[in-house]
């Protein structure tokens, strides 16, 4: 049940994951970068 929920959450709301991957990705370049 809950991970029905949990796709339904994801469907409608992609750009939320889209923007924690980047900023996960931009956060892994910065420590790198230090």
């Given at each position: 049940?809950?991970?029905?929920?949990?796709?339904?959450?994801?469907?409608?709301?992609?750009?939320?994951?889209?923007i924690?991957?980047?900023?996960?990705?931009?956060?892994?370049q910065?420590?790198?970068q230090?």
């Amino acid at each position: 049940m809950s991970s029905t929920v949990y796709q339904l959450y994801i469907r409608s709301h992609p750009t939320c994951l889209q923007i924690r991957s980047i900023v996960d990705h931009l956060s892994t370049q910065r420590i790198l970068q230090t």
